[in-house]
């Protein structure tokens, strides 16, 4: 993302905020972005996973408490039903369950019982996927996702019920008694797992998009999308056009430079504080870190400057890197995760172009960063803040609103998700690409490799980040980084 004298107006922020994304390696961690909203679902009628830990999330934000008086009911989110506001009415709740014919929700005897065609046992705790539940005697609980996809013994987040007065635990953030909605693994032995049955998938997007490195490289203040072809190793630059039409988005692309396999990771941003979009690429060898300066100029082979400055060494740590503007002070910064330890780390921008010294000294964004497998940032929520957008492996997208704040550990706040079912996306960049003032999301489909983008909505809400896509472009099967 290019800086210019934009910045300080709403949508200068914006494009600030949305600083370029990490240039993703397709086809090693594809990203499927599914902004679609839940549909909403009738009383025992088919419902997708998506609704049930929608419905889950509206008691959450409606603050309701615990109560075990039989008299106290709370609505679902169409406000049409009541259900009891104790551990198995939420269960009835997020399923959206009819009533027993005695007039009453269900109860953890009844989700113990087997016989009832609304749910199903599952062979493990093993099984578990967003939106089933766990019961034990007197007990039960609504599975959110798993640590770890790849270590279940991390444990698992979840929505509960658990005391009187206190709001329901959940995976974002403490209830009003301080309590996070997890599960050790210990603890989610105790349960036996089931499912609701009627379970549809969750509505395809229209047509899902690419991913890639964003920013402004010709001057013109479009935000503009890099692509690496991974048959020539040349960089190619697609001007954007601030047209959300079919196909128009972008227009026909420059070279910008040839060699560009060496590197393996690729990210935009304005790192000498100049105005004009810089590239930072980390060449694969040897862990090294540099920066190519952007020279303001759409002219093939001159979009920018060589030879390119070293920015620091030993950066083949981390297996991701992704560029924003964390502590509002107009300058570049640089996230990266470590491997080893799967800590999300800060490294703020100093505007300086001098070897070594484009960074300054790291900070710890946060740890348990390991469920992620991509990338990016952007301003969502309108606030001039940058955000993190993180695709989990089991095909969750989460979006971290940024604090502003360059202390440790809080650097964003606790996240929301954005979508279902990213996994069929297979690259990743956002960017206010139609030049309202909002950070949109380009993907690639996998399946046909077609681009598209997800224009945001402005609004801070679980779902409701993005809206409905439209085609970017097709023929985009050729390029293995996409910014």
């Known amino acids: 993302m290019s800086l210019s004298d934009r910045r300080y107006g709403p949508r200068g922020v914006a494009r600030l905020v949305a600083s370029a994304m990490t240039l993703?390696?397709?086809?090693?961690?594809?990203?499927?972005?599914?902004?679609?909203?839940?549909?909403?679902?009738?009383?025992?009628?088919?419902?997708?996973?998506?609704?049930?830990?929608?419905?889950?999330?509206?008691?959450?934000?409606?603050?309701?408490?615990?109560?075990?008086?039989?008299?106290?009911?709370?609505?679902?989110?169409?406000?049409?039903?009541?259900?009891?506001?104790?551990?198995?009415g939420l269960v009835s709740m997020v399923w959206h369950l009819n009533k027993k014919s005695d007039g009453w929700d269900y109860n953890t005897d009844d989700f113990l019982r087997d016989g009832n065609s609304m749910w199903f046992t599952l062979g493990s705790i093993n099984e578990f996927q967003p939106g089933d539940a766990m019961v034990r005697d007197g007990h039960m609980e609504l599975f959110a996702f798993?640590?770890?996809?790849?270590?279940?013994?991390?444990?698992?987040?979840?929505?509960?019920?658990?005391?009187?007065?206190?709001?329901?635990?959940?995976?974002?953030?403490?209830?009003?008694?301080?309590?996070?909605?997890?599960?050790?693994?210990?603890?989610?032995?105790?349960?036996?797992?089931?499912?609701?049955?009627?379970?549809t998938a969750p509505t395809p997007p229209p047509a899902p998009p690419a991913s890639g490195v964003s920013g402004d490289f010709n001057g013109d203040n479009k935000d503009d999308i890099l692509a690496r072809s991974g048959s020539t190793d040349e960089l190619f630059l697609y001007p954007g056009t601030g047209s959300f039409t079919t196909d128009r988005i972008l227009g026909s692309s420059i070279r910008v430079g040839t060699g560009w396999g060496q590197y393996d990771r690729i990210v935009s941003g304005d790192y000498n504080n100049d105005g004009k979009s810089d590239v930072i690429a980390r060449k694969a060898a040897d862990g090294t870190l540099w920066v190519y300066t952007g020279t303001g100029s759409f002219t093939t082979d001159r979009v920018l400057n060589y030879p390119p400055v070293r920015v620091g060494t030993g950066w083949n740590q981390f297996d991701a890197i992704f560029s924003g503007d964390f502590n509002q002070d107009g300058k570049s910064d640089v996230v990266a995760r470590r491997a080893a330890d799967e800590v999300l780390v800060l490294y703020p921008g100093t505007g300086t172009l001098v070897t070594d010294a484009v960074l300054g000294s790291s900070?710890?964004?946060?740890?348990?960063?390991?469920?992620?497998?991509?990338?990016?940032?952007?301003?969502?929520?309108?606030?001039?803040?940058?955000?993190?957008?993180?695709?989990?492996?089991?095909?969750?997208?989460?979006?971290?609103?940024?604090?502003?704040?360059?202390?440790?550990?809080?650097?964003?706040?606790?996240?929301?998700?954005?979508?279902?079912?990213?996994?069929?996306?297979?690259?990743?960049?956002?960017?206010?690409?139609?030049?309202d003032g909002k950070s949109d999301v380009v993907s690639r489909k996998s399946s046909d490799d077609t681009l598209w983008m997800y224009p945001g909505t402005g609004s801070f809400t679980s779902n409701r980040v993005l809206s409905s896509p439209g085609r970017v472009g097709t023929g985009w099967g050729g390029f293995d980084r996409i910014s």
């Open 24 to 88: 993703l390696v397709l086809g090693a961690g594809a990203l499927t972005v599914v902004a679609t909203p839940a549909q909403a679902s009738s009383i025992n009628g088919p419902i997708t996973r998506d609704e049930i830990l929608d419905r889950a999330q509206n008691w959450v934000d409606r603050g309701l408490t615990y109560t075990q008086d039989q008299g106290v009911a709370a609505s679902d989110d169409e406000g049409s039903h009541k259900y009891r506001r104790d551990c198995s």
């Open 146 to 199: 798993w640590a770890s996809s790849s270590d279940h013994t991390k444990g698992a987040y979840v929505y509960s019920f658990n005391q009187t007065g206190e709001t329901v635990r959940n995976p974002y953030r403490n209830s009003n008694m301080g309590n996070l909605g997890k599960n050790t693994w210990t603890d989610l032995q105790s349960f036996r797992p089931i499912r609701r049955s009627g379970l």
């Open 363 to 435: 900070i710890r964004v946060g740890v348990s960063w390991g469920r992620f497998d991509v990338f990016t940032s952007g301003d969502f929520n309108q606030d001039g803040k940058s955000d993190i957008v993180g695709r989990a492996t089991d095909g969750v997208l989460w979006l971290y609103p940024g604090t502003g704040s360059f202390t440790t550990d809080h650097v964003v706040e606790p996240a929301i998700p954005i979508g279902y079912g990213w996994n069929s996306m297979n690259a990743l960049t956002a960017g206010d690409f139609n030049q």
